[in-house]
């Protein structure tokens, strides 16, 4: 290995593995708790917008998106669904422990089942869209998520004035 | 004293051989030697490496469900001593080991079954496909019929020259002569083309 790549791969740079990054996407409350996370200044963007595949920050909602359209971020996203190697893996090919790989492999196949049937709210927790900074600190919403409150009520009433005019004509 | 498993490779890890790295979650992850450790490190995936343990079995080049090979596995629980079990358990430890060995072999055997056949196919293929290469046969027949003509010419002339000058029989060693010659040196060259096959092989 070359110089260049010695101090790439040292340990003090070392990011994270891809058995942990697997738990944190297949559990939901690790996923809330990652998107989710508290004001820290030392992090970019304080920490609020972090993607869970490839364990990053980023500076606001915007590179967040960018990043998640990219290469690099799908390419995360395809080596996540293969199994995780871990050290069980690693001894049941050299003849050790063989039961207890046989049954993780049967734990991840559940928790695979279980993670496609409620694919829908995964992602919905993944790909939570966050306001920008300043609304965060101060807590008041910005436009665009004022909008979209008011949006979802107006479409409310739409439904509601149509059930009210077609009780009038059921009544007529 | 233990022997353990390298995690990228599965080869053992002898005492005093090799790295441990400890992650932050407290795992632990043995290296057989450097070259496992850097792979990691770079973090390359084992199961596409074609040399280790867990692409082997991962691709199905070595027995991978088998009764021989769960038997071996950390038991977290220490057994009170008992000498007539340890005696049991060495024995039945060598006899796994025979059977396992048996098995794999096997396997192996039953893997390159069909290499023969494959091979000769590719062989007959190869030799339908490329008929100029070996055109042998018909160069040494043209020189043959070369040389000849040349042999007749030159008799022509001389019988120009000098009319019946050689009988018949003298004719006929002549000509079975110049044949025996002939074949000597095609022979020679066919030892000089083989040897230069050899050579080039």
């Keep these: ?172 | 004293m233990r022997v353990y498993q390298c995690h990228f490779c599965s080869s053992p890890v002898y005492p005093l051989h090799g790295i441990m790295f400890v992650r932050n979650d407290a795992k632990e992850f043995r290296f057989c030697r450097s070259k496992c450790h850097k792979a990691f490190k770079q973090r390359r995936n084992p199961r596409k490496l074609r040399w280790t343990k867990a692409f082997r079995k991962a691709a199905g080049k070595e027995l991978v469900v088998d009764s021989t090979l769960t038997f071996a596995a950390r038991r977290n629980v220490p057994v009170r001593y008992n000498r007539d079990l340890v005696a049991t358990t060495l024995k039945a430890m060598s006899r796994i080991e025979e059977i396992r060995q048996k098995r794999e072999r096997a396997f192996y055997k039953n893997r390159m079954r069909g290499n023969k056949d494959k091979k000769l196919a590719a062989d007959k293929k190869l030799v339908e496909e490329n008929p100029e290469l070996l055109r042998m046969r018909e160069v040494e027949i043209r020189r043959r019929a070369e040389k000849q003509q040349a042999k007749q010419n030159a008799m022509e002339e001389e019988e120009i020259a000098s009319d019946d000058m050689m009988s018949d029989d003298e004719e006929m060693e002549s000509a079975s002569e110049s044949e025996s010659e002939q074949e000597q040196q095609q022979v020679k060259q066919k030892v000089l083309l083989k040897n230069k096959r050899k050579v080039r092989a």
């Design chain 1, 1 to 172: 290995m070359g110089r260049y790549s010695v101090k790439r791969y040292k340990t003090k740079r070392r990011t994270r593995d891809l058995d942990l990054i697997y738990d944190d996407i297949s559990s939901k409350e690790s996923i809330i708790k990652l998107k989710n996370q508290p004001l820290d200044e030392d992090k970019p963007g304080l920490g609020q917008y972090y993607c869970v595949q490839c364990a990053k920050y980023f500076e606001n909602q915007l590179t967040l998106d960018r990043h998640t359209k990219a290469k690099v971020h799908k390419r995360r996203v395809k080596e996540l669904k293969q199994r995780p190697y871990t050290n069980l893996e690693s001894e049941a090919a050299s003849g050790v422990n063989m039961l207890k790989f046989i049954e993780s492999v049967e734990k991840y196949k559940q928790l695979e089942q279980f993670k496609k049937d409620n694919e829908t709210e995964f992602e919905a927790l993944a790909n939570q869209k966050k306001d920008n900074l300043d609304a965060i600190i101060t807590g008041v919403p910005s436009e665009e998520f004022q909008k979209k409150a008011e949006g979802t009520t107006e479409i409310t009433e739409v439904e509601t004035q149509k059930q009210a005019l077609a009780e009038d004509a059921e009544m007529s």
